[in-house]
T-cell receptor, first 112, second 109 residues
């Protein structure tokens, strides 16, 4: 089966600019996750969708981060405006309910 | 609060030697514990989970509720085991994973 797809793979922006990441989960997976992985740390959940509804966004900095999953398939994560501390790898994962999570390749964001 | 601690950021052993990657957790209920692995230039992937009690690529991990640990072990390390290893916890009724900071394992020839 095709894996989780993410784009772009790399992005460099200046602070205060905006950026958006895209994720296409494995077909049929109702649950989609966005994780932030800062260098030297493990992934941290930002937001979890069940179909097109938000299940958990308790660790999403809502003043600058937003995410949507229209139609319950693809998802977009946006940062506006970006800060230096947002430099990280952004991972998308999907799963069938509480089954194994499958991760995408990630998007490496550098904010200068 | 849920917390996963991997005390070693780096671990280096020789090929053929035993390997143990430590993982301790903090959770008030009955958690599910996982080990994820990321090989060079590959995606993060599931290695094993405690409920399946299986051995994957020679690795095993036993959940010790008394010591709140879930250490990953392999009796004889191989060079292809070199990778980044993450311990993760999932709480009762939850879907999200809480990850430790990871241990980079290097197997020397």
């Amino acid at each position: 089966e095709a894996g989780v797809a993410q784009s772009p793979r790399y992005k460099i922006i200046e602070k205060r600019q905006s950026v958006a990441f895209w994720c296409n989960p494995i077909s049929g997976h109702a649950t989609l996750y966005w994780y932030q992985q800062i260098l030297g740390q493990g992934p941290k959940l930002l937001i979890q969708f069940q179909n097109n509804g938000v299940v958990d966004d308790s660790q999403l900095p809502k003043d600058r981060f937003s995410a949507e999953r229209l139609k319950g398939v693809d998802s977009t994560l946006k940062i506006q405006p970006a800060k230096l501390e947002d430099s990280a790898v952004y991972l998308c994962a999907s799963s069938l309910d509480r089954a194994e999570q499958y991760f995408g390749p990630g998007t490496r964001l550098t904010v200068t | 609060a849920q917390r996963v601690t991997q005390p070693e950021k780096l671990l280096s052993v020789f090929k053929g030697a035993p390997v143990e990657l430590k993982c301790n957790y903090s959770y008030s209920g009955s958690p599910e514990l996982f080990w994820y692995v990321q090989y060079s230039r590959q995606r993060l992937q599931l290695l094993l989970r405690h409920i399946s009690r299986e051995s994957i690529k020679g690795f095993t991990a036993d959940l010790n509720k008394g010591e709140t640990s879930f250490h990953l072990k392999k009796p004889f390390a191989q060079e292809e085991d070199s990778a980044m290893y993450y311990c993760a916890l999932r709480g009762q009724g939850a879907q999200k994973l809480v990850f430790g900071q990871g241990t980079r394992l290097t197997i020397n020839p």
